[in-house]
């Protein structure tokens, strides 16, 4: 006999840091409440406030309050591993979702006292969004998880009157990061960690394809291609300073998302104007004049709005914009890893031409829910063909929504992670 499920469950959605903001764990938090469920939000660490005594009194709390699970999306929670350790906190099935490369954070703590312990306590359940990094995780920490998507609330997310006189516009919402914030980046790595940025950054502008290979597997063998002498330098700085490592690994993330955009911006111009949608909240991503001068010429115009003032909410609005949303993966989705976007604009019912990744596959049909293509020659005549064809477009708009709707809102993941934390 099936166990009947709770009405209302208590849950406890763990930041690790005070006034940090993970916005997949706050979507999560929303749909634990619209389930009907209670979810307490705390920090792990507060400003100025001994951790031992934050650690103590959120202890206290769970003895008294016996949540029925703990959320977290971050590594840096796990940079207290003692807390996790504590008989209260053992008792507590918990959720520790991965929405990105695990490599940069992992690498950073791996050897500080306790973290891979922790990531390996019974009680803990990774959730991992990429293929690639679950065998990572799993073959070079010996870290078990479970596959997760993201997802879309389709409440904040839905379908809404297109823009009118916009039928030609192919749209990408997304940002690039400033050429003059990567190039800072860059100074200020040690000398041969320097060379080999800009050896990567030449190369990624050579490869074919998409989008100039991966960029970490190129750094690789730049590495390994470099005179014995500075070989040996670099291993002494991994040794020495990884830290100075994990930063030209960011570097290469960046280098690599801005050119897999750029390729795929540059190539959409020869079919269509272009609707660049981004906002520059960081104060390191490129804004209209950079992202101009990143993408000259062209037969057709670039249209650039800021988005800033959105912020992360309301979205909705902006996939209404256009005929076409346009999407290209960042490096670190290595065999998925699928991005907000993907469905974000299935959950407004707008079409979408994405690149493939084999578990983007899996979640959506090639052909009838959404569009794809592999090289860039099947790119500008994929877009051509949906730019000149509505019926097409609304068709694919259509049933990429009603996918969206029967399998990757918010409340699919909760009824996925809650039975796999064994409750229900």
Known sequence: MTAQKPEKLRFLSLQPLEGLRHLALEQWNTALRKAGHEVEERAL????????????????????????????????????????????????????????????????????????????????????WDGYWRAWLADRHGVPSLPVHLAADPEEFHPLPPHPGEENLAVFIGTLADPLHLAGLERRLPPVLSKL????????????????????????????????????????????DPDAVLRLRGLAWMLGKNEVRLRMLRAARQVAPVLLLCGNVE???????????????????????????????????????????????????????????????????????????????????????????????EFQARLARLLAAPRERETLARAGHARFRAAHTWNHRVEQVLPALGIF
């Open 45 to 128: 660490r507060h400003p100025n406030v001994p951790p031992e005594e934050t650690e103590a009194a959120l202890a206290a709390w769970i003895a008294r309050h016996r949540p029925a699970a703990l959320f977290t999306a971050s590594a840096l929670s796990f940079t207290r591993p003692g807390f996790f350790s504590r008989p209260e906190i053992r008792e507590v099935p918990t959720a520790a979702f991965w929405f990105d490369d695990p490599y940069r954070p992992v690498q950073r703590w791996a050897g500080s006292p306790g973290f891979l312990d922790a990531l390996r306590l019974p009680q803990v359940r990774h959730f991992v």
């Open 197 to 240: 940025a800009r050896q990567l950054r030449a190369a990624l502008a050579e490869a074919p394809g998409l989008g100039g290979g991966n960029p970490f597997s190129l750094l690789e063998q730049l590495a390994a291609a470099l005179p014995e002498r500075l070989r040996a330098e670099a291993a002494g700085l991994e040794a020495r």
């Open 283 to 377: 104060n390191t991503q490129a804004d209209e004049a950079a992202l101009r001068s990143l993408l000259p010429g062209g037969p057709h115009p670039l249209h650039v709005e800021d988005t800033a003032a959105w912020n992360g909410r309301g979205l909705a609005p902006l996939y209404a914009r256009g005929a076409v949303h346009l999407q290209a993966t960042d490096p670190q989705s290595v065999d998925g890893g699928i991005p907000f976007r993907v469905f974000q604009t299935t959950a407004c019912a707008r079409p979408l031409l994405t690149d493939v990744k084999p578990e983007l596959l899996e979640c959506f049909a090639e052909g009838t829910e959404i569009a794809c293509y592999r090289s860039p020659e």
